[in-house]
């Protein structure tokens, strides 16, 4: 199929060269007429110069008389070289002394029609034969006439720089001018439509032409109203008309793309399936409108108590599906949880009535409860039913050993944040004891949980649970505190220069106001810090 | 979007008219030439009253008949009125001639004018100038002259000039020595003026034709033999025109007869046989025999 481009370039120059043909036509013509004007200049010239000739001639003898017309003939034509008068092969009269002979007749022009430019250019001589008498004898002669090279080329050439310069260049120039408006005004605007109508992006800028500027405009027109509309398509078939959350078609998206990526970073992220308790109940006594304005308010709580990265979606009625990645560890996650829970049984005021909530939460963790979304949703909607029958308003986990694991965990943060509070911990310091010497030579603090129903419970329990909660900075600070104040209390009351050891979390010091407060408290107790041991 | 195609239609057809209006080059005239004689008078006459413009005929007067020889060479003309002496010179030279319409037949009008009587020439020694045109009618006429009156063996001084040229030489120069002129009418009226007589004549020396046609190219012939036949149809109402009224056709010519008087044209009729009509058996006959091609005569 033929692009515009070549199209016009095409027609451009069919039509050049029409023009170019016609030129050469015309000019081919011209230089005919002219070779014809000459021509019959010549011959006249010759029948004038040979009839005087021969209506004065006497006789042989008397043939000098004509020298001043030939030359007169010659002097006053800027076409002629030379004009020669002669019999057979003699020359009676030359205007050109230099000419000692005739050229050969064959080279001669003695028919004077449809000579042509070219031919009067290659410096022929014409010729005619005049009848002259001597008494009553016929006497032929032959009067020769010799062209001007010169003057001829330079005649002839005129006219081909003029045609060059007035005719073919100004063409081409036009020619050219014309390539240029068609291309800035027809073809690129066309090109830059057809990318457009293509890929209808990056809209070209006005055109100049009315008509190309209508379909640009319309085009513009429409592919705006396309995108808006496929915009709208594209939102209201990822989410839910309700509650204006992501449908579970935005969320499988999300969910496969998550899927990829913590496969690729061996990572872990919880699904989690929440089915709100007793909405039935709320449907049936306050009415579809009441429920859905409900459902609308728990979408915007739940939106606020999560995070920017995680993903909610709602997947059926009162059913809505929450992605939870990101978390340090799964106390962590239970918080987050919680906080949901939390939020969402609080008491809610839909229209005038007060409505109270509450969840139920399965969770399923990929990859280990499911490396794929139908997966995932199948067990974490079963965890959901474990949740609902174990009394509602709770979260359970799909694997059974890992709920009662952070269950543990759970209570065990809990129980240690009490014993914060109540001061449940206490620091015990085992002595070093010289070997040699049996001397004790320093002490080494260490930190015990007496649990008011679980009895003692080991650091090994309770230190990493408080380093994964956050609560080893508060509790290290304890530590130190307890362990620098014996310290001072044991130079204060037996002088001794024993080297206390102090045991202190990774987390601690990756607290940053851990060193600054370390050096205040050796400051408050006034200790020597070669005594100390960290 | 049709009344768009309509207007460009509309341009293009004015263009295009524009256009043959602009290329249409008038049809090139016929050109003919005929020199000053008598017999040619009603080509004069035609011209005068505007008959040869409808005709697209362009018609060229010069001196002699020898000029009307040269002219023509030059190629720019469909043919010339003449003798059948120039008739023959130019068919030697492949001109393709016919004749097509005949004029006249010189009955006196070409003419052996001389300052002596025949007898004596006969009877001089001197050498004779004799002014002719040598490249006419005017050769055969001198030669059948001097055979008529057995005068081969005289000493002549042939000087080749056109009637008009002699005409002036005659008039500069007293005639101080024997001479003979062979012209034609209307020169001899002035010539006579001169102290020349005529002492021989197309009307008296028996072995001689003279006749006088328009001759044009075959081809011409061909292709406007319409505007011919019409031209011929004319030369007849010419013709016939003389005869009615000859001081209004005089009045017309004369500027062609080298102004002669009405007098001196009336006498030149005198001296021709006009041919415009059929012509005779026996002049058929000496056409034929002097190979004239009449069968192409409109």
Partial sequence: MLSTQRFFLGLLAIIMLSLYATFITYYLSEQQTKADLITEEIHLTLSETGYLISTSFDSLSGIQSFKSLLNRKVAQSNLISSMILAQGTTILLSTDPSIKTLPSRLDSITTFSNISAQKLLQSPTFEITIETFSQNKVMPLTLLLKVNDYAFANYFSKTRIQYISTLVIPTLLVTLSLWAILHFLLMKPLVELKKYAYYSKRPPSKFKIKELEAIRSSLVQTFDRLEKEQKALYTSARTDELSGLPNRNHLNERLNWLIEESSRSKSEFAYLFIDLDNFKNINDTLGHDIGDELLMMIAGIMQEVIRDYDIIARVGGDEFVVVLSQYQNHIELNHIIQRIIAKLSEIHTVGTYPVRTSASIGVAFYPKDGIDSRTLLKNSDIAMYEAKKSGKNQIHYFTESLHQTILAEVELENDLRSALQNQEFELYYQPKVDIASGKIIGAESLVRWHHPTKGMISPLQFIPIAEQTGLMIELGEWILHQALQQQQKWQELYQTDLLLSINISAVQFGYVQFFSNFQSLCNQFDLDLKLIDI | ?298
């Fill in chain 2, 1 to 298: 979007m049709l009344k768009n195609l309509k207007v460009i239609l509309m341009i293009i057809m004015i263009a295009l008219a524009g256009l043959t209006g602009c290329s249409s080059q008038p049809e090139p005239p016929i050109k003919l030439i005929a020199n000053s004689w008598i017999g040619y008078s009603p080509l004069f006459y035609a011209k005068e009253k505007g008959w040869l413009k409808p005709l697209n005929i362009e018609l060229s007067t010069v001196v002699s008949l020898g000029e009307s020889i040269m002219t023509y060479k030059t190629g720019h003309f469909n043919g010339l009125a003449g003798t059948q002496y120039e008739f023959a010179k130019l068919q030697k030279q492949n001109a393709n001639l016919v004749p097509i319409i005949m004029f006249d037949r010189s009955n006196g009008g070409d003419m052996v004018m001389s300052n002596l009587s025949i007898n004596s020439l006969k009877k001089t020694t001197e050498s004779v100038d004799v002014y002719l045109e040598i490249n006419s009618i005017n050769s055969a006429v001198f030669k059948d002259f001097i055979k008529a009156h057995e005068l081969e063996n005289k000493t002549f001084n042939f000087i080749n000039k056109d009637p008009l040229k002699t005409l002036a030489q005659i008039k500069q120069s007293p005639i101080t020595q024997p001479l003979i002129i062979v012209t034609y009418s209307p020169y001899n009226f002035e010539l006579s003026k001169h102290g020349l007589n005529i002492i021989a004549s197309t009307k008296n020396i028996e072995d001689i034709l003279v006749v006088d046609a328009l001759y044009v190219k075959k081809s011409c012939l061909t292709e406007h033999k319409a505007h011919f036949i019409k031209l011929k149809q004319l030369i007849n109402q010419a013709i016939q025109d003389l005869h009615t009224n000859p001081r209004d056709y005089y009045e017309k010519v004369k500027p062609y007869l080298e102004n002669s008087s009405y007098e001196e044209f009336s006498a030149s009729l005198n001296q021709i046989e006009w041919l415009n009509s059929e012509l005779s058996e026996p002049l058929i006959k000496k056409l034929n025999h002097t190979s004239f091609p009449i069968r192409d005569l409109l």
